[in-house]
């Protein structure tokens, strides 16, 4: 049986490292003739720490409501209405109807975090 012959394991191993070298070696071609999808594929894989994806994170403990965009402001203070009031969207609507401008709703959240860390 081939597949657990040692000879035929060892020969699919180097099969795969020899395709993928011919591949690299195609994708750096098709990079250094202009194809900008190619190095990019290239950069990520020779130069991680400088090209490699990132994913930025957002700590909520430092946060400065303040430096969030509006629609970031809007998410917050939905979601803090929604804890409260519950997912019902006419008592979301009440509810900054009620409070007014979302930038009270931010001073008015910091100044409940701010009297219950202190409590």
């Known amino acids: ?3 657990i012959d040692p000879w035929y394991a060892q020969a699919f191993r ?3 490292i020899e395709a993928g070298d011919s591949l690299q070696d195609r ?3 098709m990079a250094f ?3 900008v999808t190619s190095a990019i594929f290239l950069l990520k894989g020779l130069k991680p720490e400088k090209f490699r994806d990132r994913i930025e994170q957002t700590n909520l403990v430092d946060i400065d409501f303040a430096k ?3 629609q970031q402001q809007d998410f917050w203070i ?3 209405i929604k804890r409260y009031v519950g997912d019902d ?3 979301i609507a009440e509810t900054r109807r009620q409070l007014g401008d979302t930038t009270v709703v931010v001073d008015a959240v910091s100044e409940v975090v701010e009297t219950q ?3």
């Open 14 to 16: 180097q099969a795969v």
């Open 117 to 119: 860390s202190a409590h």
């Open 78 to 80: 939905d979601a803090i």
């Open 27 to 29: 994708l750096t071609e």
């Open 1 to 3: 049986m081939l597949v």
């Open 89 to 91: 969207p006419a008592a």
């Open 68 to 70: 969030l965009s509006v």
């Open 33 to 35: 003739d202009g194809n």
